[in-house]
């Protein structure tokens, strides 16, 4: 059982950034793939990067390629996702889940990651 809980959502202007945090529980958290995903209002949840066991391989959502960079911290147990430019389209609930690694794969379906947050909120203004 691993759990996860996200932290470092809020309000900012359009064009600034946020950084969101991802605290496990898991012991062996390096032993998992690590994904963002985001839900708007009205919307389903959609895919917005994942990082393999090693931090080696990383994927984006073609949205926030280049503007979004996901980490991840195995000694601390904990994945981050710095999101910079900020844009109207990127408020949502942000959730932080955990998959079984597959090696340099990265899923990107809801359906390949076992254990999720509650979520944070990111508010864009402006």
């Known amino acids: 059982q691993v759990q996860l809980v996200e932290s470092g959502g809020g309000l900012v202007q359009t064009g600034g950034s946020l950084r969101l945090s991802c605290a496990a529980s898991?012991?062996?958290?390096?032993?998992?793939?690590m994904g963002w995903f985001r839900q708007a209002p009205g919307k389903e949840r959609e895919f917005v990067a994942a990082?393999?066991?090693?931090?080696?391989?990383?994927s984006y959502a073609d949205s926030v390629k280049v503007r979004f960079t996901i980490s991840r911290d195995n000694a601390k147990s904990t994945l981050a996702l710095q999101m910079n430019s900020l844009k109207p389209e990127d408020p949502a609930v942000y959730y932080c889940?955990?998959?079984?690694?597959?090696?340099?794969?990265?899923?990107?379906?809801?359906?390949?990651?076992?254990?999720w947050g509650q979520g944070t909120q990111v508010t864009v203004s402006s």
């Open positions: 889940a955990a998959g079984p690694s597959r090696g340099p794969y990265l899923g990107r379906r809801e359906i390949e990651y076992d254990y």
């Open positions: 898991a012991r062996t958290f390096s032993s998992y793939t």
């Open positions: 990082i393999n066991w090693s931090g080696g391989v990383k």
